[in-house]
């Protein structure tokens, strides 16, 4: 009987079951709800670092909403959201006030929210891969007085706020793959900016030297992923590839097993190469006693 309940579900209401699917997924006017992260889950994810400070790892988890139960973890140091599906992030990151770690990249965050100045410990903040644009930086964003490391690549930005020339403090800035067209003079003049990336941007300074270099120069990081997280056609040009390396690594000559020491001769080596000449010598004196042994230049004692 239960196996004949079960087919009449299937049977008479599979509209109804694919309707509801869809719309609890996708409601109108919003995102993907996203994956539910319990204040449980979001305790097992607290992990101590080997300098002693505490990381939530809620990386990777399909995340759509900001987890208002972490709050009551908002005394960690670190914080990992990146790799989810936020749009947004609200005004109660404040309560993070230990925070000196923020990883939000790879999101579809399009606004920071005014909050994110109270954040005084901050020295590290990655905002790379989103969808962030000129107006989505608030100027609060410019009292972060300690912030070390700011990742701003990979958005929509068209220009950057002069006011980030006061990030005194500031040692990394990421603005590559934007739409800058300039960069303010108060930003590339920070007393302690030792890396900025403004690589693919159409800034008039790169417009003629834009020359084709070899992509292995241009990495400047590497991310080990599994081949599960490639989608079809990045796994079949990562295998290319592999293969193309293998070709050349089979073309190329290997260095000999046998050691070569060109300015050194051993005494078995000359005595085998000289030996067929030394019992002709012989021969010789044998042919004429008058050959005295000793006297011969290549008599070898």
Not at 19 to 26: D, G, P
Not at 107 to 126: K, R, V
């Amino acid at each position: 009987m239960a196996f004949k309940g079960f087919i009449r579900v299937v049977t008479f209401y599979p509209q109804s079951l694919v309707c509801l699917s869809v719309s609890r997924e996708m409601p109108k006017g919003k995102g993907p709800q996203g994956k539910r992260i319990t204040l449980k889950v979001a305790k097992n994810a607290v992990r101590v670092l080997f300098n002693g400070r505490r990381r939530l790892e809620l990386g990777k988890m399909g995340i759509a909403t900001f987890p208002k139960c972490i709050l009551e973890l908002a005394d960690v140091e670190e914080l990992d959201l990146s790799r989810n599906l936020l749009r947004k992030i609200p005004n109660t990151i404040e309560k993070f006030q230990n925070l000196m770690w923020l990883d939000l990249h790879s999101n579809q965050i399009d606004e920071l929210p005014a909050a994110i100045g109270t954040l005084q410990n901050l020295t590290f903040l990655n905002l790379c891969n989103n969808k962030l644009t000129t107006k989505g930086l608030p100027q609060e964003l410019t009292l972060l007085r300690n912030l070390r490391t700011l990742n701003l690549g990979l958005n929509c930005l068209e220009t950057i706020p002069t006011t980030l020339g006061s990030l005194r403090e500031l040692i990394e800035l990421g603005l590559f793959d934007n739409s800058l067209t300039i960069i303010p003079k108060s930003v590339k003049k920070l007393p302690k900016l030792e890396r900025l990336n403004v690589k693919r941007n159409p800034l008039p300074e790169f417009a003629e030297e834009e020359k084709p270099i070899d992509t292995v120069k241009r990495i400047e990081s590497l991310y080990l992923i599994e081949k599960k997280d490639l989608c079809g056609s990045c796994l079949e040009t990562c295998q290319g590839e592999r293969d193309e390396l293998h070709k050349l690594e089979d073309m190329a000559p290997g260095p000999s097993d046998k050691p070569s020491f060109p300015s050194l001769s051993t005494p078995n080596s000359t005595a085998r190469d000289n030996q067929e000449e030394w019992r002709i010598k012989e021969d010789d004196d044998n042919d004429n006693p008058g050959n005295i042994p000793g006297n011969s230049a290549d008599h070898v004692p």
